[in-house]
């Protein structure tokens, strides 16, 4: 496992072995000079992150069956989630009587500092024209700085402090019923959200809805 200075992980499978070095003369003989070690590496950056995702995936679906709660169910989603997929997790449930479910929100962050930049975030008014405002449609967001010129200047005073890089959000859907939001923020330049994290966040997503439809 290699870290990168921007903070990329590698991983590399190496194989090593021992030989003896043998010094050729000028008339073809030789003689051992000793031992010298011999090698390659492999990239299985991919590889590993498949496994990882799958091992991610079931601790999830395990964590948001543990209870038949939905605010347990949502903050013990929020907690597996960090640092494996983001560096802040936050889980918004909008309640609804007709699916007896509370309205609740929670987050989970790398840092404390993260926290309570975070709170300070969720206390702000919602802003409809914001594009983390939250839609019937996923939102990807890959580079937050560029957008802290279209927000007002309170919520980027807060993005800029936390550090924010990429966000994004996936709806909570039962059929045609929304139950909430799922977000995640990516707070280091070498973990980027994009279409893959895209695509890993929703499968999250669709698990967490399937254990507050079991939890009903």
């Not at 043998?22 to 030789?30: L, Q, S, T």
């Not at 802003?127 to 019937?136: C, R």
């Not at 939102?139 to 402090?161: C, G, M, N, S």
Request: net charge negative.
């Amino acid at each position: 496992r290699l870290q990168r200075r921007d903070g990329e992980v590698l991983w590399l499978s190496t194989t090593v072995r021992l030989e003896k070095k043998i010094e050729r003369g000028v008339n073809g003989g030789g003689h051992e000079e000793g031992d010298e070690i011999r090698g390659f590496s492999v990239d299985v950056t991919e590889a590993k992150l498949v496994e990882r995702t799958l091992r991610l995936l079931a601790r999830i679906s395990e964590e948001a069956n543990r209870s038949l709660d939905a605010e347990e169910i949502v903050h013990h989603l929020a907690a597996a989630c960090v640092p494996d997929v983001g560096d802040g997790c936050c889980v918004v449930l909008e309640g609804a009587e007709a699916d007896a479910l509370p309205s609740f929100s929670t987050s989970t962050w790398s840092t404390p500092e993260q926290a309570l930049l975070a709170e300070k975030l969720e206390a702000l008014p919602a802003d409809p024209t914001s594009p983390y405002y939250p839609t019937n449609a996923p939102i990807l967001v890959r580079d937050v700085q560029a957008t802290l010129a279209k927000l007002d200047d309170a919520r980027a005073a807060v993005l800029r402090e936390l550090g924010a890089h990429s966000y994004l959000a996936v709806p909570l859907v039962a059929g045609e019923r929304r139950l909430g939001t799922l977000s995640m923020w990516s707070c280091m330049p070498s973990r980027v959200m994009d279409e893959h994290a895209m695509l890993l966040v929703a499968e999250i997503g669709r698990r967490t809805v399937q254990a507050l439809e079991n939890a009903r």
